[in-house]
């Protein structure tokens, strides 16, 4: 019983296997028998790919390309931690830091840093303009804002120089102003790392304007650095702040001692010997004074310092290997890349469209 199991078992699937061949000689008869509209379709393909490529704006690519500076978790000042924690102070060098790994890279993707970017004005042919300006001339946004009424008018006034901030803008303006930064976000910055095990990172601004790429891609690896001194520096700065503060008053304290027993001194030339705690004891409080904020000062002079050499340690971020230069990178959708592309995708298409065709015809008998 088995045994016939099995040769029915065999039948069945050379029966399965022989049907398949047959389908699929059936399926490659009839598509072979409609090659000319197949052809037709590809070469209407390839003449909307040349269509495609003939109108298509070349786009320029500016890189730069940069070594981010990781921090040292142990290092030289962890000998000296427990020494500024005694006075309040944190003195870095601990921690993984906000910008280490793939953290810069969402930095460079965020709005706030396009933004500022795209607000700033640079200098555009011997005039300033802002990148913002130069993307919205290029882009030809204004002829279809036109015959938006909203729209038509609508500007982005920026406050002069480098370091040009949104000021005061309405719900339209930063409507738009989204849009712009999404776009640039999707489209034409991309920031990368071409090796996981390294930390050289690439920042690529593509663009149909050769001026704005360049500019573009400058200004917001300038953007990103200068924000990541600011802020990773921030605390070391307070502190820098807190302690300069205290050693100021302590040695203010001091010095106002020292001429405190002087003072005293000169007050009492004279003195009779039987009233010499007149000046003894208001001396040696002057001297204990003194000699409690030589003590404060000097600890407060040593964390001063190693609170700058951990500022000095923190402050750099980026150390730039290749900045853009022009001519600019320029590529081209090329003429037979379209024409080649179109027909094939066409051609494919139209093999898809007879093939559903037929399997619908035979399901339909």
Known sequence: MEEKAVERKNETDEISLKELLRKFGEWYRYVLSKWRTILVFGILGGILGFTYAWFKKPVYVATTTFVLEELDNGGGLSQYAGLASIAGLDLGGGGSGIFQGDNILVLYKSRKMIEKTLLTQVEFDGKKQSLLDKYIDFKELRKGWAENEKLKNIQFNTAPGPKSQKISYTRLQDSVLGKVVEDISNNLLNVSKPDKKLSIIRAEVTSTNEDFSKKFNEQIVKNVNDFYVETKTKKSLENIKILQQK??????????????????????????????????????????????????????????????????????????????????????????KGIILGGIIFGFLSLVTISIKKIIKEISL
């Open 247 to 336: 050693t100021d008053s302590v040695r203010s304290s001091m010095n106002g001692a020292i001429y405190s027993a002087a003072s005293i001194a000169d007050a009492t030339p004279n003195l009779n010997i039987t009233r010499q705690v007149q000046r003894i004891a208001p001396i040696q409080r002057s001297q204990i004074s003194v000699e409690t904020n030589k003590a404060m000062l000097g600890e407060l002079i040593k964390n001063l310092e190693l609170s700058k050499i951990s500022l000095r340690k923190d402050a750099p971020l980026i150390q730039v290997i290749d900045e853009p230069v022009f001519p600019l990178e320029k590529q081209n959708f090329g003429k037979l």
